[in-house]
């Protein structure tokens, strides 16, 4: 049942650039100054990636 929300949710910010830019600027407001910073460093790759 989760699953179904939270698809049905990607998909009407998908339809509607409204909605989407509305969230963006939320999420803008929330985390204020602070930064979003990956768990993960940006020069590990998945091992789906490593040949």
């Given at each position: ?40 460093p940006q020069e ?8």
């Amino acid at each position: 049942m989760a699953g179904k929300v939270l698809a049905g949710t990607a998909f009407e910010i998908m339809k509607n650039q409204e909605l989407l830019m509305k969230a963006k600027e939320e999420l803008k407001d929330r985390l204020g100054e602070n930064v979003y910073q990956r768990p993960i460093p940006q020069e590990v790759e998945p091992p789906c990636n490593r040949g």
